[in-house]
């Protein structure tokens, strides 16, 4: 009598185990609401991860762009170029900016040949050496997160240029190019390939990511820093 009683309160094997294992609808929507509140916090800051990813890219691109023009100048006793294709720009003659196989790069380098050469001419002709650097996702030229009257330290003009970049003719004009000489000095130069003089090669590329901006500073004298903007102090940093 007493086992029965024992037997009989205790529950069974089979609805133990389904009570275990089963969910409430009330549970599955909370799991859900979970899932959710998790995925909105999460891929808004995997995307400005990989923005930030590609922006760095994009401003290393520029970088070593300037730093291998001036080295192979000085190596080669050759004029290099380097050009930038903002709003479309090309070399000075307006030929588009490619790659071998014909696809276009935001960014080619020149090897213009030895001052004074047949072909050293400011234009990207048939068989002269170029370098060129892919485009990255989400970066663009310009900027969209310092206020327009922030450039970086010691820049002039004292505003960011809208269509991202510093660089200037002879003449004082927007430019989208510059050339170093063979040593190492970058000097402006104008569709008709005349150079400006000593200092006149010095500017800032400006890149906007979605969520960070950089800028990339060719000093008068070739050398180059890359510079963040810090959106939560509000200023460049390096």
């Not at 609401?33 to 590609?54: E, K, L, Q, W």
């Not at 090669?201 to 901006?213: H, M, N, P, V």
């Amino acid at each position: 009598m007493d086992r029965q009683a024992k037997t009989a309160g205790r529950p069974a094997a089979g609805r133990r185990i389904r009570g275990a294992a089963g969910f409430t609808l009330i549970e599955v929507a909370i799991v859900l609401a979970i899932i959710g509140a998790v995925t909105a916090i999460a891929v808004p800051n995997v995307d400005r991860y990989f923005d930030g990813i590609n922006g760095r890219a994009a401003a290393r691109s520029v970088a070593n762009a300037f730093s291998h023009a001036r080295a192979q100048a000085i190596r080669t006793g050759s004029n290099h170029i380097v050009f930038f294709a903002i709003g479309g720009a090309g070399d000075t003659a307006g030929n588009d900016l490619e790659r071998p196989d014909g696809g276009a790069v935001p960014i080619l380098v020149l090897n213009d040949g030895a001052p004074g050469s047949a072909n050293q001419n400011c234009q990207i002709d048939a068989g002269e050496e170029t370098i060129t650097f892919n485009a990255q996702d989400g970066v663009g030229w310009g900027f969209n997160g310092p206020p327009v009257n922030t450039p970086i330290p010691d820049e002039v003009p004292g505003t960011i240029p809208g269509a991202g970049s510093t660089l200037e003719l002879p003449n004082g004009d927007a430019a989208t190019w510059v050339q170093f000489r063979p040593d190492g000095i970058p000097v402006a130069i104008d569709a008709a390939c005349s150079a400006g003089q000593l200092g006149s090669g010095g500017g800032t590329i400006y890149l906007w990511a979605r969520s960070r901006d950089f800028a990339v500073n060719l000093s008068p004298l070739g050398g180059v820093r890359v510079h963040t903007w810090d959106r939560n102090s509000g200023a460049w940093s390096l």
